[in-house]
């Protein structure tokens, strides 16, 4: 099956730094989308981004396509940015998400 | 807009028992989706539906595990014998013609 890999798998940042996160998949994604997780919490959308770069306030993603690969850049990080990061992808033309194992985000003072 | 609600949002069972998730997805999404989450891990499809049709159940342990939509509105997903190694958060997610999912809150079983 498809697989999604995610580094790194940790990041301590201090506050005012920025993030680059990366997602590698194994397959051609119709679907990318990037998640947010509080502990305990559930799943916020940040971006669904299949191809080219989106922006939304400080979060960037950038997905090639052809390279399999998407990263997610956040710049001027707070402590409220903490929490794991996900990437999900899709492929053939189905909804099927397949999720990769997260970056755990730490931002200090 | 109501996002994507869920029902309880936390079980606590003993091994052999059953429980029943419900999920109200955002209204007008075809599209509904369970998965499962383990502790510390992504979360995994378990199955979707486009409004009433179950799409894909691959990966639902049919053996314990059952989800309807009757309607296509709202979804059930239940474990008829749960084991330990259920115990996950179990999360529901609608989109509109297979478009960005959106998340309801989860519900976290601990099975004893």
């Known amino acids: 099956g498809q697989q999604v890999q995610q580094s790194p798998a940790s990041l301590v940042l201090q506050e005012g730094e920025n993030a680059e996160l990366q997602c590698n998949f194994s397959s051609t994604a119709t679907q990318l989308q990037w998640f947010y997780q509080r502990p305990g919490g559930s799943l916020v959308s940040l971006l669904y981004?299949?191809?080219g770069t989106k922006h939304t306030g400080r979060l960037t993603s950038t997905t090639v396509t052809k390279e399999r690969r998407s990263s997610l850049h956040i710049s001027s990080s707070q402590i409220t940015d903490s929490g794991t990061y996900f990437c999900?992808?899709?492929?053939?033309?189905?909804?099927?998400?397949?999720f990769g194992q997260g970056t755990v985000l730490s931002v200090i003072p | 807009e109501a996002g994507v609600t869920q029902s309880p949002r936390y079980a606590v069972l003993q091994e052999g028992q059953a429980v029943s998730f419900w999920c109200d997805p955002i209204?007008?999404?075809?599209?509904l989706y369970w998965y499962q989450q383990p502790r510390d891990q992504g979360p995994q499809l378990l199955v979707y539906?486009?409004?009433?049709?179950?799409?894909?159940n691959s990966q639902l342990p049919s053996d314990r595990f059952s989800a309807v939509r009757p309607k296509g509105t709202n979804s059930t997903l239940k474990i008829q014998s749960a084991k330990q190694g259920d115990t996950a958060t179990y999360l529901c997610?609608?989109?509109?013609?297979?478009?960005?999912?959106?998340f309801g809150p989860g519900t976290r079983l601990l099975v004893l």
């Open positions: 999900a992808m899709a492929t053939g033309g189905n909804n099927k998400l397949t």
């Open positions: 981004n299949p191809s």
């Open positions: 539906f486009r409004d009433e049709a179950v799409i894909d």
């Open positions: 209204s007008g999404h075809d599209t």
């Open positions: 997610a609608s989109s509109l013609l297979g478009d960005t999912q959106y």
